[in-house]
């Protein structure tokens, strides 16, 4: 069965520094997907980022950006220049494409604070 | 943000009730899904349709039921809504062209309390 584990239950990051939420997944597929979405608290879940496995060059948006270890199974986030609007829960997914099945496994979440 | 919509976005209601959360989507997906998510808590899948007149049920085993009869509307239903349904519920669609991104789009979700 495949898991994904978010390690960081809580981070904090001053305004304008960088911080890498972590996130590691099992799977014995080769073919899948890797999302970070966020939650505002009350608000909408929106994607950040997403990263196909096929595809060895580290997916980046804007100040968002992974770092793809397919090897390792890892899958981390990096924020720059944090903003005090990108303070919210930050959940990692795994998604796995099988025979015209998909399901979108979720980690427990980070939540992170951003300090003024 | 998506155009993904669910109503209400909260709800309390009393033991016993039957009630049904709506999602409705304008994006023309093919895929919805309906998620249950706990105060703090990651998403478990509970039930997804891969287009009208299919419903299968997700990996997190849950008394509600779900409709597809038209490719924009997903609702759910409890027909005997228990403390233990209270929760946040999110709807999401994606689509299943090829070529397209598999991403998933969630709706604002409902937070039910069940009295």
């Known amino acids: 069965a495949q898991t994904v584990t978010q390690s960081q239950p809580e981070m904090s990051v001053q305004e304008a520094e960088t911080v890498t939420l972590s996130c590691t997944y099992d799977t014995s597929e080769s073919d899948y997907y890797l999302f970070w979405y966020k939650q505002p608290p009350s608000r909408q879940m929106i994607l950040v980022i997403r990263?196909?496995?096929?595809?060895?060059q580290n997916a980046t948006e804007n100040r968002f950006s992974v770092n793809f270890q397919k090897a390792a199974k890892s899958f981390s986030l990096k924020i720059s220049d944090s903003q005090l609007g990108d303070a919210a829960m930050y959940f990692c997914?795994?998604?796995?494409?099988?025979?015209?099945?998909?399901?979108?496994?979720f980690g427990k979440g980070t939540k992170l604070t951003v300090n003024p | 943000e998506a155009d993904i919509y669910q109503t209400p976005r909260y709800l309390v209601i009393g033991t016993g009730k039957k009630i049904t959360l709506e999602c409705s989507q304008t994006m023309g997906h093919d895929k919805m899904y309906w998620y249950q998510q706990d105060p703090g808590m990651e998403l478990h899948l509970i039930h997804y349709?891969?287009?009208?007149?299919?419903?299968e049920k997700g990996d997190l085993s849950s008394e509600s039921t779900v409709s597809r009869i038209r490719t924009e509307h997903f609702p759910l239903t409890l027909e005997s809504a228990r403390p233990s349904h209270t929760s946040q519920y999110l709807c999401?669609?994606?689509?299943?062209?090829?070529?397209?991104?598999?991403?998933?789009?969630f709706g604002p979700g409902t937070r039910l309390t069940v009295l």
């Open positions: 990263q196909e496995a096929y595809k060895q």
């Open positions: 997914a795994y998604l796995l494409l099988q025979g015209g099945s998909e399901k979108l496994v």
């Open positions: 999401a669609s994606s689509e299943s062209l090829p070529g397209s991104t598999d991403t998933q789009y």
């Open positions: 349709s891969y287009g009208v007149n299919s419903t």
